[in-house]
């Protein structure tokens, strides 16, 4: 009566909603192009697999693998014409 009831027991920690390979998908779209945000690949991930993966989710995976998500430009970056103008004038 007692065999094959160890699987039933409470977990620690919940399960895993991603697999292997999606996480592999997961970082290879911010090691690739940097200025990806987390919200950009949950919603790659969900177009490609079908099933939505929250952006805290993809911050965990990207933080297990030391990488960290981009937060979307609040300022847009300086052109080099505008720099070399701006060196112009303060010269």
């Not at 991930?45 to 995976?61: D, E, L, M, N």
């Amino acid at each position: 009566m007692q065999e094959g009831t160890t699987d039933r027991r409470g977990r620690s920690h919940p399960s895993q909603c991603t697999t292997s390979r999606v996480d592999r998908q997961i970082v290879r779209m911010p090691a690739t192009d940097r200025s990806v945000t987390s919200r950009t690949v949950a919603k790659h991930i969900g177009s490609v697999t079908h099933f939505s993966v929250s952006t805290r989710t993809i911050r965990r995976r990207l933080q297990h693998n030391g990488l960290f998500a981009r937060g979307s430009l609040l300022v847009l970056p300086l052109t080099q014409n505008y720099r070399r103008l701006r060196c112009q004038w303060c010269d």
